[in-house]
């Protein structure tokens, strides 16, 4: 097949599932729909602002990036660091945690469009880099240097990219082939087994594709985000897929080898019909919906009712601030997802001026917050309290 037919990347998806495949999809779309399920929505979604930060630390960390969680979360609160280096990387994260709530929001609004399109990849890619400095978006090659224009295609000679051993389809050549990439995925014609089994076969064909000069790993670890959510396995932002891809079911090097195998072409005539190998392709979605459901396995144990309640317990009987009668206040937004502040006296069973000193304890520790200055108030999970509350979430916890 010549390299420069969008056919290249055939077959696109799998059109038949195997036992083991489906025995995955069976289990994750089941696991999903639990995943979360006890919690108050209050609860739930500052529990995915959190996801989003962990999630872009571990696709920061896929890139070669270590950006501390704390510094991330520094990056959002607009605190940058005056070293370039690491005032870029927060820039990185801080644009990733903004696109993928934008992400989030459209589809708790039911406006996420096909994620596979042209239209929404050239946005994710946009919006990625919005933001970003001259420098961050100055490519350099061998023999080429020049500005990376957020959103834009490669189109140059001077574009055109080797990928390990890995050579993508020429920068000419990438808008039929993202046009071909969109068809093939397209969620409109696909049933949910099909459209979950796209998201890992559309995550690896992207980046085979090679569309942009810089951010594709980005951009294509977004797209399967918006692609789980649309697929409804994505349990309204609880769960991340690039720390599973970042630490693989047994090693890191997974994900790598994984790629490199699912590139392999076409092995005689019993591998399928297309340019590149079927049996790879299956490996691959085997592979990767693997990892997604031993993420949501892993989320469901840090975020049930019944092991969220006793480590909110144990950060406060290890504070040096906190009173023992901080506990009440916590169960009851857990329970409740928030509750008024004047309130306060009848949970903690203390008279009005003692209970609101432990309020505003709370409050100062971050384990409480509200949208408002004198509004109901709902559990926060600030960086510092992940060691206790969400053990083994990022390496240095």
């Not at 500005?147 to 000679?157: D, F, H, Q, V, Y």
């Not at 810089?214 to 294509?220: A, C, K």
Request: proline share 6%; net charge neutral; hydrophobic share 40%.
């Amino acid at each position: 097949m010549p390299k420069e037919t969008p056919q290249r990347i055939e077959p696109a998806r799998l059109e038949e599932t195997s036992e083991a495949i489906a025995d995955v999809i069976a289990d994750l779309s089941a696991a999903s729909a639990k995943l979360g399920h006890g919690l108050h929505p209050r609860t739930a979604a500052n529990l995915a602002d959190l996801v989003r930060l962990m999630n872009t630390y571990y696709s920061n960390l896929i890139e070669g990036h270590n950006t501390r969680p704390k510094d991330i979360a520094r990056a959002l609160e607009g605190e940058l660091d005056p070293d370039e280096g690491r005032r870029n990387l927060q820039l990185e994260a801080a644009a990733h945690v903004r696109v993928q709530a934008e992400i989030d929001r459209l589809a708790a609004d039911g406006k996420l469009g096909e994620p596979a399109s042209v239209e929404f990849i050239k946005w994710l890619h946009l919006e990625f880099y919005r933001d970003a400095p001259e420098e961050m978006l100055r490519i350099r090659g061998k023999d080429t240097e020049f500005i990376m224009e957020p959103g834009a295609w490669r189109s140059k000679a001077e574009h055109d990219v080797a990928i390990g051993r890995h050579i993508p389809p020429s920068s000419h050549r990438v808008d039929d082939f993202l046009r071909y990439f969109q068809e093939r995925y397209a969620f409109k014609s696909l049933k949910t087994a099909g459209r979950i089994m796209a998201i890992a076969a559309a995550h690896h064909r992207f980046n085979y594709i090679h569309p942009f000069p810089d951010g594709n790993g980005r951009v294509s670890r977004l797209m399967s985000h918006a692609m789980a959510q649309l697929a409804g396995i994505g349990s309204h932002g609880l769960w991340s897929i690039s720390r599973g891809l970042a630490r693989g079911l047994k090693a890191p090097s997974e994900y790598k080898r994984m790629m490199d195998l699912a590139d392999t072409p076409r092995q005689g005539d019993l591998d399928g019909r297309g340019n590149l190998s079927l049996k790879a392709l299956n490996e691959f979605v085997l592979w990767f919906l693997q990892v997604c459901l031993d993420q949501v396995k892993f989320m469901d144990s840090l975020f049930e009712l019944d092991s969220l309640g006793p480590r909110l317990s144990t950060y406060v009987e290890r504070s040096k601030t906190l009173k023992p009668e901080a506990k009440r206040l916590l169960e009851e937004a857990l329970i409740r997802g928030q509750f008024e502040r004047g309130d306060v006296a009848r949970i903690t069973g203390l008279p009005e001026r003692s209970a609101r000193r432990i309020l505003s304890d709370v409050i100062a520790e971050g384990l409480l917050g509200s949208e408002t200055p004198k509004g109901a108030v709902s559990l926060r999970f600030p960086i510092e309290t992940l060691d206790i509350l969400f053990p083994r979430l990022f390496p240095e916890t």
